[in-house]
T-cell receptor, first 109, second 116 residues
Framework: KNEVEQSPQNLTAQEGEFITINCSYSVGISALHWLQQHPGGGIVSLFMLSSGKKKHGRLIATINIQEKHSSLHITASHPRDSAVYICAALFQGAQKLVFGQGTRLTINP | SQTIHQWPATLVQPVGSPLSLECTVEGTSNPNLYWYRQAAGRGLQLLFYSVGIGQISSEVPQNLSASRPQDRQFILSSKKLLLSDSGFYLC???????????????FGPGTRLTVL
């Protein structure tokens, strides 16, 4: 069964801390997406990756194909990073994304 | 640049009433279009996707339907709303080609639907 699990479900940290959000999936994938959902509901695509590592500003996404695991890191976290972070996988042979439940991140000043 | 619009932003409807949500995309041609629903406390669920005018694929059997009357217009409808239809509805687009999920998806602002 094609499944995506994220951890933790909720994460609270202080401004400046290094943040890691994890995503595990059940079988082989063609692509993995990281999305950010703002408190108002709007969703922004952060990364799409199938191997290795991508970096954009303070955000870094990595994926380990052998371990079926991806991580999203935020360096020097800021209260404006507070949002729900969602990972979604396109499993091999499938034609739709399977979404994780999301990780609610709160950064306190 | 490409933009995606959804309306209305919020909607409160009684059970049994009809529904029509509209999504339009600007600045691109022949996009893949998607309707997602996010129920309270749950993850995103793909409802429908479309690769072209009049071509709709349904992922979840339910009382909702979708139509694509024009290349960059995607409509979500229902003849009779149920309480369980409440949620946050998101439209998204991606470039065609390469298969779904292998290209970045761009999301609209969403419509928050409450069925009473």
């Amino acid at each position: 069964k094609n499944e995506v699990e994220q951890s933790p479900q909720n994460l609270t940290a202080q401004e400046g801390e290094f943040i890691t959000i994890n995503c595990s999936y059940s079988v082989g994938i063609s692509a993995l997406h990281w999305l950010q959902q703002h408190p108002g509901g709007g969703i922004v695509s952060l990364f799409m990756l199938s191997s290795g590592k991508k970096k954009h500003g303070r955000l870094i996404a990595t994926i380990n194909i052998q371990e079926k695991h991806s991580s999203l890191h935020i360096t020097a976290s800021h209260p404006r990073d507070s949002a729900v972070y969602i990972c979604a996988a396109l499993f091999q042979g499938a034609q739709k994304l399977v979404f994780g439940q999301g990780t609610r991140l709160t950064i306190n000043p | 640049s490409q933009t995606i619009h959804q309306w209305p932003a919020t909607l409160v409807q009684p059970v049994g009433s009809p529904l029509s949500l509209e999504c339009t995309v600007e600045g691109t041609s022949n996009p893949n279009l998607y309707w997602y629903r996010q129920a309270a406390g749950r993850g995103l669920q793909l409802l429908f996707y479309s690769v072209g005018i009049g071509q709709i694929s349904s992922e979840v059997p339910q009382n909702l339907s979708a139509s694509r009357p024009q290349d960059r217009q995607f409509i979500l409808s229902s003849k009779k709303l149920l309480l369980s239809d409440s949620g946050f509805y998101l439209c998204a687009w991606s470039n065609i080609g390469g298969g779904f999920g292998t290209d970045t998806q761009y999301f609209g602002p969403g419509t928050r639907l409450t069925v009473l």
